[in-house]
């Protein structure tokens, strides 16, 4: 019975939150494409249960929907079945949507050789970017132990 009270104690809260407008706050869901080339140097290296796990700083150029740079650290672990996953975050400094300024973006992926998938997530902006949200899927390319290269598509707004 004290759960049905709260129930219905919440429901003129819930009324009032399904009256607000959608996207209230926010402005147009946009999305583009592009490209990015990465160029790594290697901190670390270690292994631990067959896996090998190397810490690593990354410069990345990217082009089309975000231009300019990123500048990361994080760790690939490479498994002896051949598989990695890797997990990094920095910061882009450049352009999106013509405003410029910096965002901190974040990323997994996981594959195999030398190829993956992964998502990256990017908010708390400055300069121009305050107020930008991005998410979407990327596929990264290894070239070498310290070069990879791979695509981007996200999605992105700004807070209004």
């Known amino acids: 019975m004290k759960v049905v009270k709260k ?3 919440a429901l003129p809260l819930l009324a009032l939150l399904l009256a607000l407008p959608a996207g209230a ?36 150029t ?14 690939t672990i490479f498994h002896p079945d051949g ?13 999106i949507d013509g405003r410029t300024g910096s965002i901190t973006i974040s990323g997994a992926s996981s594959g195999t050789g030398n190829t993956g998938t992964g998502q990256i997530v990017g908010d708390r ?3 121009g970017l305050a107020g930008l949200h991005l998410q979407g899927p990327f596929q990264p390319r290894i070239i070498n132990a310290t070069d990879a290269d791979g695509t981007i ?7 209004s």
């Open 62 to 75: 990217l082009t089309g929907v975000l231009s300019g740079t990123r500048v990361a650290s994080g760790i």
């Open 125 to 127: 902006g400055t300069g």
């Open 25 to 60: 706050g926010a402005s147009t869901l946009s999305s583009g494409s592009g490209s990015f080339t990465a160029t790594g140097e290697v901190i670390s290296v270690h292994q631990a249960d067959g896996n090998t796990i190397v810490t690593a700083t990354e410069a990345q």
């Open 7 to 9: 129930v219905l104690a």
């Open 153 to 159: 598509s996200i999605q992105f707004h700004f807070d």
């Open 83 to 95: 598989t990695f996953a890797a997990h990094d975050s920095g910061t882009f400094t450049g352009t």
